[in-house]
């Protein structure tokens, strides 16, 4: 059997599972990788400090809801006995219809669509639907906070769109409005994406959507981070303020299980978007998602807005606490973000992949991150860290905790590898108390002294 190279992963890694691919049974490779399992979970959900801006733990019935058998039973087509692919689909079509219908209520607009896998998935749909190929699109360039999803090596790449960078304004973090007319009007773009992955204050989705509507572009809102806050109210409904198109993650603020969401609506795109999802970019879809999808939704209606508002609210504080401590968190004129997200500088101590696997070694998990004053050539070296708040403020922590927070990030950015050991020690101490996943209807609110 050959193996090759350039497949992008570690071969290191490869050839340790190769070998004991080649020697071991399968039950003693079942029992490695269940071995492997268990070690994560102890590793991630007890031992770290996750502070992740694209996770957020799920409840207790959200993941039991993963595990129902519905997840092998076949999908494929749209809801109803005269779409399916395959008999027997009374109940999942029911399932599915509720999913549909939960979602619109929850996003206040008229078609909602959840049947893709990933928040990339989704942005697949809109530019297979209305990005012909070689279309101009306007979006964020990554060092302004913008994702790959919708950039040249995503989705875009594929339909050979030509990239057009929205302006950025530095100070502001936010697209500088007069500059994108300016270049709006020159590209006449089919497409312009508000995409992404460093998130901290709304965008002028109103204004900018009103002046492409002069030449019938398009406005897209990837809401990959946001949809849980605006569903919450948090966050505007991009929807609301005139974006043509939005989709989002069933994951990070949504808190829920892996999913590409997709909402909109004029009736005129449904046959586009729809066909794209079926049958050009799923086949049969996981049902056993779905079932968890509605559960997490009901979450968000029932304690989103509690929720949510904790998120923002800690990662103001985290902030402030790290400003004082003197770390560079961008944002500060602005009061740090509006979103689950900040954005810290860390320049003076090193790029930001150095500082995120310091961190790591406290078990204190980040990830680096683009700031604008790095450049966005392919090989531009980040550095800026990212933190997510969404996972310590569902497992009932507050501003106490945040100032324990900000003492351990601050500690292990300027400890030395010998003092990095007693701190990782230091943080697994601290979590113990914070098993339970609130904001659930397992657990419901955290109890006051934590809200």
């Known amino acids: 059997m050959v193996f090759t190279t350039g497949t992008g992963h570690d071969e290191v890694l490869l050839k340790e599972a190769r070998l004991l691919v080649e020697t071991k049974t399968a039950t003693e490779i079942l029992g490695a990788c269940q071995s492997l399992e268990r070690e994560h979970r102890i590793y991630r959900d007890r031992k770290c400090l996750n502070l992740i801006a694209a996770e957020a733990p799920t409840s207790l019935s959200v993941r039991r809801a993963l595990s129902s058998p519905l997840g092998y039973r076949a999908s494929g087509g749209h809801i109803g006995p005269d779409s399916r692919c395959f008999q027997g689909s009374f109940y999942i079509d029911k399932i599915e219809a509720l999913a549909i219908e939960l979602l619109k209520k929850l996003f206040q607009c008229d078609f909602a669509d959840h049947r893709l896998m990933g928040g990339l998935a989704a942005c697949n749909v809109v530019y297979s ?9 306007m979006s964020l360039s990554q060092s302004s906070g913008g994702d790959s999803s919708n950039l040249k090596n995503g989705p875009p790449g594929l339909r050979n769109a030509q990239i057009i960078p929205i302006p950025f304004d530095k100070q502001t973090l936010a697209i500088d409005l007069q ?3 300016d270049i709006a009007e020159r590209y006449k773009p089919t497409l312009v994406a508000i995409g992404e992955t460093a998130t901290l204050f709304p965008q002028p989705v109103k204004e900018m959507s009103q002046f492409i509507k002069r030449w019938n572009g398009k406005l897209y809102f990837d809401a990959a981070h946001q ?9 505007p409904n991009p929807l609301g303020e005139g974006a ?9 603020t949504f808190s829920g299980p892996q999913s590409g969401l ?10 586009a978007i729809t066909h794209t999802i079926f049958p050009v970019l799923t086949g049969s879809h996981q049902i056993n998602r779905v079932y968890a999808l509605i559960i997490s939704t009901l979450e968000l209606m029932e304690f989103g807005r509690a929720y949510l508002s904790n998120v923002v609210e800690n990662a103001r504080y985290l902030a402030r606490q790290l400003c004082t401590a003197g770390l560079k968190v961008l944002g500060k004129e602005k009061g740090y973000t509006q979103t689950h997200q900040l954005l810290i500088d860390v320049s003076r101590f090193g790029d930001g992949i150095e500082i995120a696997r310091k961190l790591e070694k406290a078990n204190i998990i980040v990830n680096k991150m683009l700031i604008p004053d790095d450049s966005d050539t392919q090989d531009a070296v980040p550095h800026g860290i990212r933190l997510g708040l969404c996972e310590v403020t569902r497992r009932g922590m507050r501003f106490q905790q945040m100032e324990q927070i900000a003492d351990f990030i601050t500690d292990a950015i300027l400890k030395d590898e010998e003092g990095i050991e007693t701190l990782k020690q230091e943080v697994v101490k601290f ?7 609130y ?5 419901k609110l955290p109890p006051q002294g934590s809200s």
Do not use: C, Q
């Not at 043509?244 to 990070?252: C, E, P, Y």
């Open 244 to 252: 043509d198109i939005m989709t989002g993650s069933g994951g990070k």
């Open 262 to 271: 997709i909402f909109w609506n004029n009736p005129t795109f449904s046959e």
């Open 431 to 437: 979590l113990k108390p914070y098993d339970k996943i």
């Open 227 to 235: 949809a849980g806050l605006i569903a919450s109210g948090l966050y």
């Open 179 to 181: 500059r994108f007319y």
């Open 129 to 137: 639907a209305f990005a012909p190929h070689g279309a101009r699109v």
């Open 439 to 443: 904001y659930s209807f397992e657990e």
